[in-house]
């Protein structure tokens, strides 16, 4: 899906979401687990406000698990509450009900004590494009999806999706905007697949995910494209250039004369490291042992 964001695209998409807010107990941000800042709306905490937040590492399948478990320890000190999850399989998803009744627990205990009976946690799924957000809904909203109809109040064909029996969620997400302003968060959200090709030059994704790759990755880049160079300046343009050039040769993407085809590199680079057949890799950390 691309959406044009435009000023007046953001406004109504905040807008959107502020209105839901009125109708949910708790917001469920989701973040991309190999890009969680990058992944990250600018304006999340001016729009979720005043709303319990749950943070959702979603694709932890593709994401280097010692940093994930960092991720965790980030958000955790931010005061959220914060699971990191694989939505295409269902690892993990199912702990979320009970981390929704978890950040509700003083209210639920405050109904408990008065002797009313707590309703169902209702929630709304929140992030940018291509995050994750359907495949998580349908698989909270499993095989037993149970559609509870429309309500007072909700936009007219909005519906409410059960998760067990403690739990409900609002059938659209939120969906919001990344953060264009930082160029590299452009890059890197591209090394992931959420940005189309067509928006930025292929060659330049790779190149930048190369500077990241051989930074923290090089036995997985030497490993997977048979390389023999061992030693790589990450920050020297020249050092990238020539580590690209060395894996266009490995897999014979050659033009007359023998120069290497960069575009079709490129392609192979980033098609591989997507489908996670360098491993699972975090391209930002919290941490200063792989700060930029
Ligand atoms: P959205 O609603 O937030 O826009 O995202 P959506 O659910 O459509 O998911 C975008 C892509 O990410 C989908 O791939 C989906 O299968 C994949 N995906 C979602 N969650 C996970 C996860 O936890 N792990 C992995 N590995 N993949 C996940 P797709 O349909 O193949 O789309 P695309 O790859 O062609 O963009």
Redo the contacts with the bound molecule.
Sequence with gaps: ?TIQWFPGHMTRAKRQIQEKLKLIDITIE?LDARVPLSSRNPMVDEILAGKPRLIIL?????ADPRITEQWITYFKYEGHEVIA?????GTKVNEIPEKARELLREKIERQLSKGINPRAVRGLIV????????????RLAGRNIAITGDRPGVTKGQQWIKVGTEMELLDT?G?LWPKFEDELVGYRLAMT?AIREQVLNVEDIAFFALRDLAERYLPALQERFELDITSIDPANSDDIVQLMEAIGRKRGCLLSGGVVNLEKTAGIILREM?A?KLGRITYEAPFPDHAE
């Design positions: 899906m989701l979603n694709k932890s399948d593709l999850v694989d939505s295409s399989t992030g940018i494009p291509n995050v994750g957000k359907s495949t998580l809904i349908n997400p969906i697949g997507r996670g």
